[in-house]
């Protein structure tokens, strides 16, 4: 069982316990985390103990935790993969994020299973094909158009499999789970967590006749995906899970983004109340913010809504993969430690610590990091004096007129340092005289229901007015706990003098009942059953690009129907070229070098064609292949002689591996 049909889910990732559960307290009603082991993001494990205490405060609002166990795994690796699965089960968590299907092959515990970005959905036969084998929730490729998400919906079923899509954060320009350059160059695997993020670095993009196309670009960056604008459209598509990139991401950036998120949801869900497909929260509560989000503070390379809305010319961060900022203002003048700038917007302020930055003549990014930042001439003139961390003399192309970017706000940082958001789950309070005293009801907007009764004698208040005022004071404080008091109804026979000790008591006892049964009440995630008899696998062939590492993956595919089952690109079969990376981006559309982009301009119409391209970083060639037809790009190398050295080296101390031969056809 998926989502309610009309629930949205916000979810929000987290690096560690601590983030996770300020993401819940910023309104997430789910977050994903890794585990100890076996997460997508290497760097980014947690161990139990954090784990349960994310899970017990999530819990506490029905927000869930889904555990990140999606890389591909070594037939020796299962085992200690299918135990650390039913500990996360046994501490509570309410999924398993995966992408290997050699797992739905072990005795794992009854616990939610959700499909991986890893396991590239781009279609709907692959995404009912999932949801058949029994997976609830779905990541749908970031590449999709709005129309091909709904196509996926109109295929599977929103009873049993929920649609998850990338709303923020950093983009793969690969498809995901499709990317081996860093495995071929360096040995690490994107698929098992350890991308060395070659898409980053800056190449010479040469045509097939050695000519320059293009010097020291960032080809391959993108801008980050930021689908604000689109939520409305992505609901009416079928997407019911919003997911935020960045489990490597900090504290600011998970309370910032989670918090822009929630506001734009909250208002859609708002709008649509009373309608004919109301929408709801996932969970439950609400979030009171003591900030304005803003999604440009944080870190990011500018920002594209990707393909969501068709195939967009400006989506690449080709200067630079790092933060560019936001405009602020211009260099007036240099001094020999120092540099002035006017601000754009004079009622701008810097502050020692903010960071600024500029592009120099060969458009490459330079940072100053402000160490003391002064204002020059009248109160609200925007001008300022800036002393360097670093010697002027290193600030190259920085002179009058140069513009300046701040990426970095102190001002902004130290805020969201402090308590920066209130999560609530509303109560209606009741108070009523019972014949050996008083009994108080709680009863939340769940329909949980907490009471205590105090044994007292009824004893008439000398000041009516004053006493009731106690009462309302005394049992209205909530403050301490996670719930807000929506109304208080004091079904009493005349005004009685109750000691304030005595309310407080009573309150106490009642919000600890409500707890109870809250935590009594909250049912975890069903573990969906896989359609029987196993259904059949949309292909009857895989070659490498499955990922398919374990014997109990080529078991699964094999139940499945498939005939011919190649090893992954890890288990170093591949040994001559191949495409090491797929991609829905595409370097000649973006260089306005496509040839549909020339179709009916005269003079260039016939003359451009979709050749081969090189990227070239160092001793590092890469060819470029245009398949125009569905119009992707293929990255296409070969495997570094090192890494293969190294993969025979650890063949002869670990044996135990995938293949060591390819499979034949029928096997």
Known sequence: MSLLPHQLELLSPARDADIGIEAINHGADAVYIGGPAFGARAGAGNDMQGLERLIRHAHRF???????????????????????????????????IIQDMGLLELQLPPIQLHASTQTDIRTPEKARFLQDAGLSQIVLARELTVQ??????????????????????????????????????????ANRGDCSQACRLPYQVLDDAGRFVAHDKHVLSMKDNNQSDNLRVLIDAGVRSFKIEGRYKDMAYVKNITAHYRRLLDEIIEEREGGAAPLARASSG????????????????????????????????????KNPGRAIGWVTQTGPNWFELETADHAAVLHNGDGLCYYDLQRELVGVAINRAEAVGKPGAGKWRVFPKDPM???????????????????????????????????????????????????????????????????????????EASLREQLGRFGNTVFDLIDLQLALSKPWFVPASQLNALRREAVAALEGARAAGFQRLPRAQPVEPPVPYPEDS??????????????????????????????????????????????????????????????????????????????????????????????????????????????????????????????
């Open 62 to 96: 029905g927000s869930r935790i889904f555990i990140t166990l999606n890389t591909i795994l070594r037939d020796d690796e299962l085992e200690a993969a299918r135990r650390m699965a039913w500990q996360v089960y046994e501490a509570g968590a309410d999924a398993l």
């Open 148 to 189: 091909q998400i709904a196509a996926v919906r109109a295929a599977t079923d929103p009873g049993r499999c929920t649609i998850e899509f990338f709303i923020h954060g950093a983009l793969c320009v690969a498809y995901s789970g499709q990317c081996f350059i860093s495995h071929a160059h360096t040995g690490r695997s």
């Open 286 to 321: 609400s979030t009171r913010f003591f900030f304005t989000p803003d999604p440009e503070q944080n870190f990011n390379r500018e920002f594209t809504d990707y393909f969501v809305n068709g195939r967009q010319q400006d989506i690449g961060a080709f200067d630079t993969p």
């Open 393 to 467: 003399e290193g600030f190259k192309d920085l002179r009058r007129g140069t513009e300046l970017n701040r990426n970095r706000d102190m001002d902004w940082v130290r805020m969201l340092e402090k308590k920066s958001s209130e999560r609530r789950i509303g109560l209606w309070a009741h108070l009523a005289e019972t014949p050996k005293g008083f009994a108080l009801t709680l009863t939340d907007e769940d329909g949980f229901v907490g009471a205590a009764d105090i044994a007292m004698p009824h004893e008439p208040a000398s000041d009516a007015a004053k006493a």
């Open 542 to 667: 895989l070659s490498y690009l499955a990922n398919v590492f374990n014997q109990k993956a080529h078991d699964f595919y094999a139940r499945h129907g498939v005939k011919v089952i190649d090893a992954a690109y890890e288990s170093q079969e591949e040994e001559g070229e191949v495409s090491l990376m797929i991609t829905k981006h595409c370097v000649r559309f973006s260089l306005s070098l496509c040839p549909k982009q020339a179709k009916g301009v005269i003079g260039v119409k016939g003359t451009i064609k979709a050749e081969p391209l090189h990227l070239v970083n160092g001793k590092e060639k890469l060819t470029l292949r245009f398949d125009c037809k569905p119009c992707e790009m293929h990255v296409v190398g070969r495997m570094k002689r090192s890494v293969l050295q190294q993969h025979r080296k650890e063949m002869e101390a670990v044996p135990m591996q995938f293949y060591r031969t390819r499979p034949v056809a029928g096997a």
